[in-house]
C-alpha cells in the first residue's frame, strides 16, 4: 500500500525540510527495515514522527543525492514525498546560495558570505518545486510546517496558490540585525517569502525581534506587538503573520534512557580507560562547521599546556568533527585549518602514552555519543554564532548523575536556557582559558548545582514541548508565551 500514485492521497498535515527524515542504507545494514531506507538521527524526527502518524502527515524534501528521481513512498508510518535536485541545483540552490550566502550572512558573517545572481535563481526554482510538491498533496484546509533558511520563499508560494492552507515557518539557525540583513541584494524576497506564514518561529526572541525590523525596514510592514500586518498590491491589509520564540529541544528521554543503558555506562568506562585513565576528560562536539569556534577552542587548549597548566598526562580533548558540506570551499579551508591546528599540537605535546587532541573525523551513531557524553567531565561549545546548539543541552540530557562541566559561548541560543552553564566569549582566550580550569576544578557541590538545575530546565522543555507549543500557536491564532 506504500506505492499509491501520487494523487491517490492528500495529506492534512506535511512538514516540508531541505532534507527528508530518512537515510539511504545499504541492504547488509543490521538496522535496514529492507525497503533501503532508515530514520535519520535527530530531535526533529523523534518529535513530528508521533504527530505524523496521528494526523495522517507527510513529509517533503531531498533525499540527499542528486539526479535521481524518486516516488512518494512511506517508512516507518511516515509518508515521504521526494523532492528531485539535480548536480547544479546542488551546486547553485544549496551549497551555493543556502550554505555560501545565506549560511554565513545569518551567522553575522563570520565568514564572507558570497553574492551570485545564478544561485539566487536556483534558490527560487527549488523553493518552486517543493512548494509545487506541497501544493499537489495538502488536503483542503491543511496545515503546513515548513522548516529552515533553505526554503525562505515557500510559504509565500504556498500563500499565493493556496489560501486555504495554514502555514508555519521555523528558522533554525540565527536571523540576522537588518544591518546585516542589508547586504543581501534580494532582502526583500526574503522577508515577502517568509511573510506568507501565519506563524514564523525563531530560536531566540532577538531573531524574532531582527525579523522584525527587517520587514519594517524593507517592506514597509507595520507591526503591532509580534503581529505583522501585510499588505497586498492594492496597500490593504491582506493577512497578519505572527513572529515569536520557540527554541527548540532535544529529545530528553531518549537520551536519558541511553545514558542508564548498563552497556553504554560500559562503553564510557572504556573510552576513558583506552585514553589511559587522564584525570580530566575534555570534549568538543560539533560539525566540522566555521560557526563552531573549533579553532577558538583548540588555541585556547593548546595555550594551556604550553603554559602547563593542564599536561597531557592529566587531560585529552576528545574533538568529534562530523564531515559537513565538504564541497563547500570555506568548508574545505577550515578543514585543512583545523587538521594542520590539531596536528601541530599533537606533534608538540604527546609522548608516545599520552594525545593532546583525539580528533575525529566520523559521523557516530547517538549510543557512542551518549558514551561520549559520560565519559566526559568538561564539555566545551565555543560556537561563534549558533542558532541553538544541541549538542550542549544533549550533554545536560546525558549526566543523570548531576556531575560534569559545561562551558558554553553565550552566542549559541541554548544559551538563553543554560543560565548555569559556565557562559563564555569565545574570542576572548584568556577568558576561555580561565573557565576551562575552572570547569576542569569545578568543586563537585557546584558541579551538581548547576547541572541539576540545567536539568531540570530541559526536562521541562523538552522537543514535543517545542513543537506542541509552536503547533498549537499555529493552530490558535493567538500569541503564546514568549518568554
Ligand atoms: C543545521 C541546519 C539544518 C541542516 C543541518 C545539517 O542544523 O539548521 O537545516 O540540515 O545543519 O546541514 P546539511 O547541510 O548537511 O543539511
Redesign the pocket.
Known amino acids: 500500500e506504500n506505492r499509491q500514485p501520487p494523487e491517490a492521497k492528500k495529506f492534512d498535515f506535511m512538514v516540508v525540510s531541505?532534507?527528508l527524515p530518512v537515510d539511504r542504507c545499504s541492504s547488509d545494514d543490521a538496522e535496514n527495515d529492507d525497503d533501503g531506507w532508515r530514520r535519520s538521527p535527530g530531535g526533529l524526527v523523534t518529535a513530528l514522527a508521533p504527530l505524523m502518524m496521528k494526523a495522517d502527515g507527510a513529509w517533503v524534501g531531498w533525499h540527499g543525492a542528486p539526479d535521481e528521481e524518486l516516488e512518494p513512498f512511506s517508512h516507518d508510518g511516515i509518508d515521504i514525498i521526494p523532492v528531485a535536485l539535480s548536480t547544479n541545483d546542488v551546486e547553485l540552490y544549496y551549497e551555493g546560495f543556502s550554505?555560501a550566502t545565506l549560511w554565513p550572512l545569518y551567522h553575522d558573517v563570520v565568514a564572507p558570505p558570497e553574492f551570485h545572481r545564478a544561485w539566487w535563481d536556483s534558490y527560487r526554482r527549488v523553493n518552486r518545486r517543493f512548494a509545487d510538491a506541497v501544493i499537489e498533496h495538502a488536503a483542503p484546509d491543511a496545515t503546513i510546517w515548513v522548516q529552515?533558511y533553505?526554503l525562505q520563499l515557500v510559504p509565500n508560494m504556498l500563500r499565493q496558490s493556496r489560501p486555504d492552507l495554514r502555514i508555519g515557518f521555523f528558522n533554525?539557525?540565527p536571523f540576522p540585525a537588518p544591518e546585516i540583513f542589508a547586504q543581501l541584494p534580494w532582502r526583500r524576497a526574503i522577508i515577502e517569502g517568509l511573510l506568507g506564514a501565519d506563524l514564523i518561529g525563531f530560536q531566540r526572541p532577538s531573531d524574532a525581534a531582527n525579523f522584525m525590523r527587517s520587514a519594517r525596514r524593507f517592506v514597509g510592514a507595520s507591526i503591532k506587538q509580534q503581529q505583522i500586518q501585510v499588505k497586498g498590491p492594492e496597500g490593504e491589509v491582506s493577512h497578519v503573520a505572527r513572529a515569536q520564540a520557540f527554541p527548540i529541544s532535544i529529545a530528553v528521554d531518549q537520551i536519558s534512557e541511553l545514558a542508564h543503558r548498563p552497556d553504554i555506562i560500559e562503553r564510557a568506562r572504556q573510552i576513558r580507560q583506552d585514553l589511559g585513565n587522564p584525570k580530566t576528560i575534555l570534549l568538543g562536539v560539533d560539525?566540522l562547521d566555521y560557526t563552531k569556534g573549533i579553532g577558538h577552542r583548540l588555541k585556547a587548549f593548546e595555550e594551556l599546556l604550553k603554559e602547563g597548566r593542564l599536561t597531557v598526562e592529566d587531560a585529552t580533548l576528545i574533538q568529534v568533527a562530523s564531515p559537513?558540506?565538504e564541497r563547500v570551499q570555506q568548508y574545505r579551508l577550515l578543514r585543512e585549518e583545523i587538521e594542520g591546528t590539531v596536528g601541530h599540537i599533537n606533534g608538540s605535546y604527546d609522548t608516545i602514552q599520552n594525545t593532546a587532541v583525539r580528533y575525529l573525523h566520523h559521523n557516530y551513531p547517538i549510543e557512542e555519543m551518549v558514551a561520549l557524553y559520560l565519559a566526559a567531565d568538561v564539555m566545551l561549545v565555543t560556537a561563534l554564532r549558533d542558532?541553538m546548539n544541541l549538542v550542549a543541552k544533549e550533554y545536560v540530557a546525558a549526566r543523570t548523575n548531576d556531575t560534569g562541566a559545561l562551558v558554553l559561548s553565550e552566542f549559541t541560543g541554548a544559551a538563553d536556557q543554560l543560565k548555569q552553564a559556565l557562559l563564555i566569549n569565545p574570542h576572548d582566550i584568556d577568558g576561555l582559558k580561565g573557565t576551562i580550569m575552572r570547569a576542569v576544578h569545578l568543586p563537585a557541590n557546584e558541579s551538581r548545582r548547576r547541572m541539576r538545575s540545567m536539568r531540570k530546565e530541559i526536562l521541562e522543555h523538552d522537543v514535543d514541548h517545542w513543537s506542541a507549543g509552536f503547533l498549537a500557536a499555529l493552530a490558535e491564532g493567538e500569541l503564546g508565551d514568549d518568554s
Open positions: 531541505n532534507r550554505n529552515d533553505q533554525h539557525i560539525r559537513s558540506r542558532g
